[in-house]
């Protein structure tokens, strides 16, 4: 998806970057910018494949505090990068479309997330310019 957005955007002061990184690798790509939106995939227990959710970090507060060092996810990693006083994002919006399966990978997207995709391409590009 991130491809479908660069091909709208004709702006030097916006970034796009794709990456698969999770956690404090996450944190790595985000440091700096002012703002940041994500777009990711989910899975949760009633959601329909395809159903897109425009979520912020603090959607995730329930999933902060985790049993091991190695499992830091998005939250954990905005509370560390604020404790070091790295320059973070002050506004970080998540695009999340739901998937049948988060656990296997594919080159393809699935036919109903693939429907989604310029309906997620607006949001974002709504959400740049808003």
Do not use: W
Request: hydrophobic residues 40%; proline residues 5%.
């Amino acid at each position: 998806m991130a491809q479908e957005v660069r091909k709208k955007l004709d702006d030097p002061r916006i970034t796009v970057s794709e990456t698969s990184a999770a956690g404090l690798r996450l944190l790595d790509s985000i440091v700096g910018y002012d703002k940041v939106i994500i777009i990711d995939a989910i899975q949760t227990k009633k959601g329909q494949a395809g159903q897109i959710y425009r979520m912020k970090p603090e959607d995730f507060s329930f999933a902060k505090h985790l049993s091991s060092p190695h499992q830091i996810n998005l939250v954990t990693a905005l509370e560390l990068g604020k404790t070091l006083h790295l320059v973070m994002p002050q506004e970080i919006t998540i695009f999340a479309v739901e998937a049948r399966d988060v656990s296997n990978f594919g080159e393809r997207c699935t036919p109903q997330v693939e429907r989604v995709i310029p309906e997620v391409v607006k949001m974002v590009l709504e959400e740049l310019v808003g």
